[in-house]
């Protein structure tokens, strides 16, 4: 059963649970996560075999699609009907970035072709919070996202602010 950042009743029903409520209003989840939640419930009656392991994560509005952070997302890039169904459902065009077993995976495969150089920590005062300093290399136009919205996905990946330099290849 596809599993989203909502219960699956409240997916099927879409009337929230008090503790999907609860999640919602500590900003734990966002109203678009409720929103793609609801289509993938709907989805998933069409196409429940296709949909069964994936695991939906995050959601981002971005720019005039919506991307969304996914495992085994692979199942709906694999099928345009799917893909087709969820974007008529929330209106917009869909992005799905695939979601590997820990962070560091799902950046290297996000961010292919460019290569990670390094990942800094850095903490800002004065909570400490901590900040994504990214170095990559390669050349940034073979990347199907521009820069901005690269630091957009990263942010989405890791839940941290982030910063992105690009090296060039000949750095
Ligand atoms: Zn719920």
Redesign the pocket.
Known sequence: MVVTP??N??AKTGV??K??KQKLRKNKITQLDVDVSKAFAKAEQRFPKQLQSVILDRSHNLNNSIVLLAQNGKAILDNPAIKEFIESEIRNPIEIIERKADTRRTFTDFFSPLDIVEIDQIFVPPEGDVELKITLRGNLEAHRFPLDQIRQIAELISKNPVRIEIKNLME
Do not use: A, G
Request: positive net charge; charged residues 10%; glycine residues 0%.
């Open positions: 909502i219960c009743f409240c929230l649970c503790k999907c």
